[in-house]
């Protein structure tokens, strides 16, 4: 993986609404996509991936979609929780190396 | 699901001395384990890939002598930062995969606090 060192954005959500966090993906060779949820203290939990060949895939109250043609990923989260306030954080792999390019991260409020 | 475990999950040393962090895959194999160290606010920051049965590659800027890796065998990469000094202080943490392009996990995070 290569290093982004900045400081995060913040998304601020109301408690209920939807969440729709984005991330530009840098190497158009890039197949495979993964989101990843950290709270403060706390290593990356693994959210849900998605591979080059599908466009859109969805998981518990997650949806990533894909859009190959301007190289953007996005992670929607329905009816957000006070829980899901973290920082989430997209990463791009190639298939066949261990390479992982990882997104700067937007950190998420969940507004009570 | 796959899972990373990483201990100790919190150390506070004085300065000078070693200080080890472990990192394993629990239910798969890892060939190629990562560290990383994550300043407060801010993105991960790829330190070293670490290898099975060969040396760990270190990104530039990172001092190989300081931050030793070894990675003995396919569930295993430990972490040694030689010498603390309060600089060293920060979160670390490590990520392993099952296979190239495959889902990467992460273990819980170290923070170092070196006085």
């Known amino acids: 993986g290569e290093n982004v060192g900045l400081h995060l954005p913040t998304l601020s959500v109301q408690e209920g609404d939807n969440s729709i966090i984005n991330c530009a993906y840098s190497n158009s060779a890039s197949d495979y996509f993964i989101w990843y949820k950290q709270e403060s203290g706390k290593g990356p939990q693994f959210i849900i991936d998605?591979?080059?060949?599908?466009d859109k895939r969805q998981g518990q109250r997650v949806t990533v979609l894909l859009n190959k043609t301007v190289k953007h990923l996005s992670l929607q989260i329905a009816a957000t929780q006070p829980g899901d306030s973290a920082v989430y954080f997209c990463?791009?792999?190639?298939?066949?190396?261990?390479?992982?390019?990882f997104g700067t991260g937007t950190r998420l409020k969940v507004l009570a | 699901g796959a899972v990373v475990s990483q201990h100790p999950s919190r150390v506070i040393c004085k300065s000078g001395t070693s200080v080890k962090i472990e990192c394993r895959s629990l239910?798969?194999?890892?060939?190629?384990m990562f560290w990383y160290r994550q300043f407060p606010k801010q993105s991960l920051m790829l330190m070293a890939t670490?290898?099975?049965?060969?040396?760990?590659?270190?990104e530039q800027g990172v001092e190989k002598d300081k931050f030793l890796i070894n990675h003995a065998s396919l569930t295993l990469s430990t972490l040694t930062v030689t010498s603390a000094h309060p600089e060293d202080s920060s979160f670390y943490i490590c990520?392993?995969?099952?296979?190239?392009?495959?889902?990467?996990?992460f273990g819980s995070g170290t923070q170092l606090s070196v006085l």
């Open positions: 990520s392993a995969s099952a296979g190239m392009g495959e889902k990467l996990f």
């Open positions: 239910d798969f194999q890892a060939t190629t």
């Open positions: 990463a791009e792999s190639v298939s066949g190396t261990y390479k992982y390019i």
């Open positions: 998605i591979r080059s060949n599908m």
């Open positions: 670490s290898n099975e049965g060969s040396k760990a590659t270190y």
